[in-house]
């Protein structure tokens, strides 16, 4: 249900929640951890930054480090800096009015995964990752 950016980005903060706090670790350090493409994870390292969730700090000894404790940091939010939760809301199979009063023909099942996704994602943050 989460697209390969979120993925990638949850790899990547899990690796920054393993740093001593202050410490900072380069992307192309990471993205060789990770297995990732140095410029892609760029991007999505600095969309994170964006949204508050590592800091991006330069000059030496620079590099990304976690904005907040790994036990603040939901999987939820980091998937939610990533990609619109939003369009999880919509209809599996595209129907405009699919509503609980007026269900498609696998709108319950779709709720159902839905909100166990979330669940899960809301359940779990970085520290518990890093057990």
Same mark, same amino acid.
């Given at each position: 249900? *989460? =697209? ?6 949850? @790899?990547? #903060?899990?690796? /920054? &929640? ?15 951890? *990770? =297995? ?6 760029? @991007?999505? #390292?600095?969309? /994170? &930054? ?30 939610? &800096? ?50």
């Amino acid at each position: 249900m *989460i =697209n390969k950016s979120s993925l990638l980005a949850i @790899k990547a #903060l899990t690796e /920054l &929640a393993q740093l001593p706090p202050g410490e900072c670790e380069g992307a192309g350090s990471i993205a060789q951890k *990770i =297995n990732a493409p140095a410029n892609y994870l760029g @991007k999505i #390292l600095q969309s /994170l &930054a964006s949204r508050g969730l590592i800091i991006s700090q330069k000059g030496k000894g620079g590099g990304f480090r976690l904005e907040r404790s790994p036990k603040k940091i939901r999987l939820f939010d980091i998937v939610a &800096a990533i990609e619109d939760t939003g369009k999880w809301s919509k209809c599996f199979l595209g129907r405009k009015q699919c509503l609980d009063s007026s269900p498609c023909h696998v709108h319950d099942q779709w709720k159902h995964v839905k909100e166990t996704n979330i669940k899960f994602l809301e359940g779990i943050n970085l520290y518990d990752l890093g057990k």
